[in-house]
């Protein structure tokens, strides 16, 4: 299993806001800066939120995320069809002198 | 534009060996951290490795699974990453991506090539 927990699967409707979390630990999350990445499949995983809470220029204002603690958040507003993907947090883990991915979250726009 | 064109996948015995290359262009690969990731069939995202930057003596550090198998290099002069994998495992059948950092501050995988597919099989 994966050092950064990740709920499988969300889902909303368009227009909606939806929110992903990603857990983790005291060598990870909890000291480190959290990333976000988008996968849409059969394609390269894409940056979308750098630093916690940075978005990389061409990424939409409705993408925002959040730290606290040992837990990080992505959230997604105004939800559209083509923010269908599998999201993953990551973060560089002190413990483990390596990077950790979280397992992934299956976002279905229904 | 940042450019990463990976290459060398391939199908491979168990217990055999394999090279992959990265090839990059649009910035200064020496000032750059570059890291590859792999992810198995139907799976998520996992760290293999990386190389640091040229000021911080071009260190690499690997994930627990690939150690002591797995070598990362990188060739500045051909602006070039590669994985070096021996003992090779079923285990490692996935599309293996080099990233670059994004930027020379933050060191975490931005940019991503589209990755190459290495199948371990008899």
């Known amino acids: 299993q994966s050092v950064l927990t990740q709920s499988p699967s969300a889902s909303g409707t368009p227009g909606q806001r939806v929110t992903i979390s990603c857990s983790g630990s005291?060598?990870?999350?909890?000291?480190?800066?959290v990333y976000w990445y988008q996968q849409v499949p059969g394609t390269a995983p894409k940056l979308l939120i750098y630093?916690?809470?940075q978005r990389p220029s061409g990424v939409p204002d409705r993408f925002s995320g959040s730290k606290s603690g040992t837990s990080a958040s992505l959230a997604i507003s105004g939800l559209r069809s083509e923010d269908e993907a599998d999201y993953y947090c990551a973060a560089w883990d002190d413990s483990l002198s390596g990077r950790v991915f979280g397992g992934g979250t299956k976002l279905t726009v229904l | 534009e940042v450019q990463l064109v990976e290459s060398g996948g391939d199908l491979v015995q168990p217990g055999g060996s394999l090279r992959l290359s990265c090839a990059a262009s649009g910035f200064t690969f020496s000032d750059h951290y570059m890291d590859w990731v792999r992810q198995a069939p139907g799976k998520g995202l996992e760290w293999v490795g990386r190389s640091k930057s040229k000021a911080n003596s071009y260190t690499t550090d690997y994930a627990a699974s690939v150690k002591g198998r797995f070598i990362i290099s990188r060739d500045d002069s051909e602006n070039s990453l590669y994985l070096q994998m021996n003992s090779l495992r079923t285990e490692d059948t996935a599309m293996y991506y080099c990233?670059?950092?994004?930027?020379?501050?933050?060191?975490?995988?931005?940019?991503w090539g589209q990755g190459t597919l290495v199948t371990v099989s008899s």
């Open positions: 990233a670059r950092d994004i930027d020379s501050g933050t060191h975490a995988p931005g940019y």
């Open positions: 630093r916690n809470n």
């Open positions: 005291s060598s990870n999350i909890g000291i480190n800066n």
